[in-house]
T-cell receptor, first 117, second 111 residues
Framework: GAGVSQSPSNKVTEKGKDVELRCDPI?????LYWYRQRLGQGLEFLIY????????KSGLPSDRFSAERTGESVSTLTIQRTQQEDSAVYLC???????????????FGPGTRLLVL | SQQGEEDPQALSIQEGENATMNCSYK?????LQWYRQNSGRGLVHLIL?????REKHSGRLRVTLDTSKKSSSLLITASRAADTASYFC???????????FGKGTRLHILP
């Protein structure tokens, strides 16, 4: 079956412009995560959606970052007024909860490589 | 915090040797997972071990979990060049069962 997809795969933008990144999770997955990964670094948690609960936005680095999710489907991560330090790979992952409400394996998309000039 | 931390940060070994990576965390968890990442793209799930399990095997992988020490180890036996990658542990727990990743171990297998 189809995995997690992200678009675009690469994005080059000028400083100050807004960008929108898209994530299509695996159908039926209730949980969706966005991460940022700078070159050679670990994963930095950004935001977590779980079903109809209020999203956990505790990882968003500034108010220039926002994310939305429509039900249990597509999510978009928006970065306004991009800065050079926003350059990174943005990864999306989805997972589902078992009947015991426990998180299981995360399935990752291929990421969007963002370069801000 | 709940975040796992891998140790060592980087590891280079000869092909054929065993590679051991460790992960420590700070709060109670429901499960712990190990992932591999090649070339800075998406992560691939390797193995999940639940909090009531102590050891798990998958092919050349062996994972242990010691909840009393809040630590886990990933052993890759008979390493191959293709095992060169970054390896991350991730813990799931807390009130919202959020999954948190560590900073990873960069493994390099020397020919």
């Amino acid at each position: 079956g189809a995995g997690v997809s992200q678009s675009p795969s690469n994005k080059v933008t000028e400083k100050g412009k807004d960008v929108e990144l898209r994530c299509d999770p695996i159908s039926g997955h209730t949980a969706l995560y966005w991460y940022r990964q700078r070159l050679g670094q670990g994963l930095e948690f950004l935001i977590y959606f779980q079903g109809n609960s209020a999203p956990d936005k505790s990882g968003l680095p500034s108010d220039r970052f926002s994310a939305e999710r429509t039900g249990e489907s597509v999510s978009t991560l928006t970065i306004q007024r991009t800065q050079q330090e926003d350059s990174a790979v943005y990864l999306c992952a989805s997972s589902w909860r078992t009947s015991g409400s426990k998180q299981e394996t995360q399935y990752f998309g291929p990421g969007t490589r963002l370069l801000v000039l | 915090s709940q975040q796992g931390e891998e140790d060592p940060q980087a590891l280079s070994i000869q092909e054929g040797e065993n590679a051991t990576m460790n992960c420590s965390y700070k709060t109670s968890i429901n499960n712990l997972q190990w992932y591999r990442q090649n070339s800075g793209r998406g992560l691939v799930h390797l193995i999940l071990i639940r909090s009531n399990e102590r050891e798990k095997h998958s092919g050349r992988l062996r994972v242990t979990l010691d909840t009393s020490k809040k630590s886990s180890s990933l052993l890759i036996t008979a390493s191959r060049a293709a095992d060169t990658a970054s390896y991350f542990c991730a813990t799931a727990g807390g009130r919202d069962d959020k999954i948190i990743f560590g900073k990873g171990t960069r493994l390099h297998i020397l020919p």
